[in-house]
Nanobody
Framework: QVQLLESGGGLVQPGGSLRLSCATAGILFSKSDMAWYRQAPGNERELVAGITGGGITDYADGAQGRFAISRDNLKLTVYLQLNSLRPEDTAVYFC???????????????WGQGTQVTVSS
């Protein structure tokens, strides 16, 4: 069974930082592309940052320079460092994995349950 478990969200003041983690199980993590998305109330889910199995990163325009995605293939975990947070960054942040399950060859997309990030003074 595939599991993606996000953690690290919370309430932070504008200008503050958070580090989100997404621990995975059941997927071939090193061969999976990972990404963070976010969804604010009333908005569609949007890409924040992605990292391929080979470590190539990509960022949404608003995340470039403030956020950093990274992965630890030994811990089967992907991270999102959030710096210089703004109230408009308030959203539920979701982890997405695209890759094969253990023992399979075809790729599937999996989502975590999300972690709330609230930026407010």
């Amino acid at each position: 069974q595939v599991q993606l478990l996000e953690s690290g969200g919370g309430l932070v003041q504008p200008g503050g930082s958070l580090r989100l983690s997404c621990a995975t199980a059941g997927i071939l993590f090193s061969k999976s592309d990972m990404a963070w998305y976010r969804q604010a109330p009333g908005n569609e889910r949007e890409l924040v940052a992605g990292i391929t199995g080979g470590g190539i990163t990509d960022y949404a325009d608003g995340a470039q320079g403030r956020f950093a995605i990274s992965r630890d293939n030994l811990k089967l975990t992907v991270y999102l460092q959030l710096n210089s947070l703004r109230p408009e960054d308030t959203a539920v942040y979701f982890c997405k994995a695209t890759g094969p399950r253990n023992g399979r060859s075809s790729s599937t997309t999996y989502w975590g349950q999300g972690t709330q990030v609230t930026v407010s003074s």
